[in-house]
Structures are given as C-alpha cells and as structure tokens.
C-alpha cells in the first residue's frame, strides 16, 4: 500500500511538472523523450560511480585492515552520503560530456 501512494504522489508532481514545463515555461513536450533518455544515462553514470565508489572503500577498508591488523567495519561505506556524492560525480561527467570541446 505504501509503495503505490509513493507512486501516486511521483506521478502526481510529475504531471504538474509536465504542466508548468509546457504551460509556465513554454517548452516543447517532443523535447522530453531525449531529456528522459540524458537523465536514465545520468542515472546510468551514478550507478557506475556508486559501484566504483563501493569497490574502492571495500579495497580501501581491506587494505587497512591488511596492513594495521585493526578492524575497520565495512559499515562506514553503509552512508547515503556515499549515493549522494556519486550523483554529484555523474553530474559533473554528464555537463562535461555536454560541453563543446
């Protein structure tokens, strides 16, 4: 049940984001299938840091482990930080990659 109101609830500001976007702003609706398409890339890319960034802390934190003989808990890589940065990585590569050369 509550997985279906938060559907609801992205459906719903997604609609009225389609409205003040075609209505308020006067952008054209046949440009929001290539803008879909660039933000699932980006999506796309937040997975790849995320991924790279995990596989580093795990490296890093095995590393430590290895050479201190202390335990570092896998815990620490466990911070929504972690998400939130690699969407600030693949948002700097996505506007990078746009930019005439």
Same mark, same amino acid.
Do not use: D, H
């Given at each position: 049940?509550?997985? $279906?109101?938060?559907? =609801?609830?992205?459906?719903?500001?997604? #609609?009225?984001?389609?409205?003040v =976007?075609?209505r =308020?702003?006067? @952008?054209?609706?046949d440009?929001?299938? /290539? &803008?879909?398409?660039?933000? *699932?890339?980006? *999506? =796309?890319?937040? +997975?790849?840091?995320?991924?790279?960034?995990?596989?580093?802390?795990?490296? @890093?934190?095995?590393? #430590?482990? &290895?050479?201190?003989?202390?335990?570092?808990? +896998?815990?620490? #890589?466990?911070d929504?930080?972690? *998400?939130a940065?690699?969407?600030?990585?693949? $948002?700097? @590569?996505?506007s990078?990659?746009r930019? /005439?050369?």
């Open positions: 049940m509550a997985s $279906l109101l938060i559907i =609801g609830i992205i459906a719903l500001t997604s #609609l009225g984001a389609y409205f =976007g075609t =308020g702003f006067g @952008l054209r609706r440009r929001l299938t /290539p &803008a879909t398409i660039e933000a *699932l890339e980006c *999506l =796309g890319l937040v +997975m790849v840091f995320l991924v790279g960034n995990l596989a580093a802390g795990v490296a @890093l934190i095995l590393g #430590l482990r &290895a050479l201190t003989g202390r335990f570092i808990s +896998m815990y620490w #890589l466990n929504i930080s972690v *998400l940065l690699s969407l600030v990585q693949a $948002l700097v @590569l996505q990078w990659l930019r /005439p050369k």
